[in-house]
């Protein structure tokens, strides 16, 4: 059974940093794209950054670029999110998820991502 679990969430100041991580079981993490996905309260999920399976290509949002990083350690079978500058706006659920393929797709936010974590809390105060 496939799992992601997601932790490193909380609440935290504007302009702060968080470190997301994405623990995965029972598929092997390293043949697939990944991704971080949030949604805010009464907003639609959000898809913000994307890594290939072998971490040598990585897409943003233009929410997030230049602010968080995506990163994955195949060895361990985590995949990471470091945020920095952090905006009320950032506040959300924020969600791991494996896609189907390699690489991320050209327009990886709109794919059919095959597993999903449950997610984890950001709150950002201003």
């Known amino acids: 059974q496939v799992r992601l679990v997601e932790s490193g969430g909380g609440l935290v100041q504007a302009g702060g940093s968080l470190r997301l991580s994405c623990t995965a079981s029972?598929?092997?993490?390293?043949?697939?794209?990944m991704a971080w996905f949030r949604q805010g309260s009464g907003k639609e999920r959000e898809g913000i950054r994307c890594i290939n399976y072998n971490g040598m290509g990585t897409y943003s949002r233009d929410s997030v670029r230049g602010r968080f990083t995506i990163s994955r350690d195949n060895a361990k079978n985590i995949l990471y999110l470091q945020m920095n500058d952090l905006k009320s706006d950032d506040t959300a659920t924020y969600y791991c998820?494996?896609?189907?393929?390699?690489?991320?797709?050209?327009?990886?936010?709109?794919?059919?991502?095959?597993?999903w974590g449950q997610g984890t809390q950001v709150t950002v105060s201003s």
């Open positions: 029972g598929l092997t993490f390293s043949s697939y794209a």
């Open positions: 998820a494996a896609a189907r393929t390699r690489d991320c797709e050209s327009v990886w936010w709109q794919a059919d991502f095959a597993h």
